[in-house]
């Protein structure tokens, strides 16, 4: 079993809706998680982070972490074109994060 | 402030040559990681340090080397490159490994460095 799993997509929504990223993590002693986007050809930059259980916003951006079920989602609200990217999900290990292979989201017009 | 800088930006090598990978950070950052990345693959761990004098393997660190050069430097050596190193190298870093709140945990990543072994 991958240490974090995402669904590797791609996921496509309409310009507008609401994408929904999923993320599940295994090991139960990870305090931090973190959302990063990454555009084609470019380096991943972080979105937000989040250590608490339930829900933070930031902007169109809301992560919601459920420690119990092991389980992160990312939630992009007015969808828009420029949001076309690959979504990296990770989770603090022993003085690193470990990162999930990434979810592509397409955004169409 | 450039945050974290990578040289060089794209490199083509032969089977067997040898090359090092730099990355420098200005954010005074304790901790320095090499990542590389292949298709469908994410982000693999090649070697980290967690402050300066220390280094540990990552998942794939067979076939590299580092070296903590001072708290702002972190090189990554191919002594015999291999068309299976052929990838993307991202130098990333961090306050810290283990705040448990995120913000010291936050890496930030360089540019990337690709990398073609024919």
């Known amino acids: 079993q991958k240490e974090v799993e995402q669904n590797s997509g791609p996921l496509s929504v309409p310009e507008g809706a609401i994408a929904s990223l999923n993320c599940t993590y295994s090991?139960?002693?990870?305090?931090?998680f973190f959302w990063y986007r990454q555009y084609s050809g470019k380096s991943p930059e972080l979105i937000m982070f989040?250590?608490?259980?339930g829900d933070k916003e930031d902007g169109r951006f809301t992560a919601q972490l459920n420690k119990a079920s092991q389980y992160v989602s990312l939630l992009i609200r007015d969808s828009q074109p420029s949001d076309s990217a690959t979504y990296l999900c990770?989770?603090?290990?022993?003085?690193?994060?470990?990162f999930g292979a990434g979810t592509r989201l397409a955004v169409h017009p | 402030n450039a945050g974290v800088t990578q040289t060089p930006k794209f490199q083509v090598l032969k089977t067997g040559q040898s090359m090092t990978l730099q990355c420098a950070q200005d954010?005074?950052?304790?901790?320095m990681y090499w990542y590389r990345q292949d298709p469908g693959m994410g982000l693999r761990l090649i070697y980290y340090?967690?402050?300066?004098?220390?280094?540990d393997k990552g998942e794939v660190p067979n076939g590299y080397n580092v070296s903590r050069l001072n708290k702002r430097e972190f090189s990554l050596r191919l002594e015999s490159a291999a068309p299976s190193q052929t990838s993307v190298y991202f130098c990333?870093?961090?306050?810290?490994?283990?705040?448990?709140?995120?913000?010291?945990?936050?890496?930030?990543f360089g540019p990337g460095t690709r990398l073609l072994v024919l």
């Open positions: 990333a870093s961090s306050f810290s490994g283990t705040s448990g709140r995120g913000v010291g945990e936050t890496q930030y």
């Open positions: 090991d139960r002693g990870s305090q931090s």
């Open positions: 989040i250590y608490s259980n």
């Open positions: 990770a989770v603090t290990g022993y003085n690193k994060l470990i």
């Open positions: 954010m005074n950052h304790n901790s």
């Open positions: 340090s967690a402050s300066e004098g220390t280094t």
